[in-house]
């Protein structure tokens, strides 16, 4: 089971934003994403699991494994 990243949390609980804006807010919560999705890779890369622990070799696998990703 994939976990749901803070963003995605918030989406769900708003969707009257997203009634008729013309695609206003959802531009908004794609960059939030994207910008979340660098944070956490960043996280990753300068965190304290080596990749033998995790099985994985980049920051990107590490999203996608566990958020799975765009």
Not at 1 to 10: H, I
């Amino acid at each position: 089971m994939k976990k749901q990243t803070a963003v995605e949390w918030l989406k769900k609980r708003l969707p009257s934003l997203f009634i008729d804006d013309s695609g206003h807010y959802e531009k908004l919560f794609k960059e939030a994403k994207a910008m979340e999705k660098e944070q956490i890779e960043e996280a990753f890369k300068h965190g304290n699991l080596p990749t033998f622990f995790t099985n994985l070799e980049t920051a990107e696998e590490y999203y996608n494994e566990t958020y799975g990703g765009e």
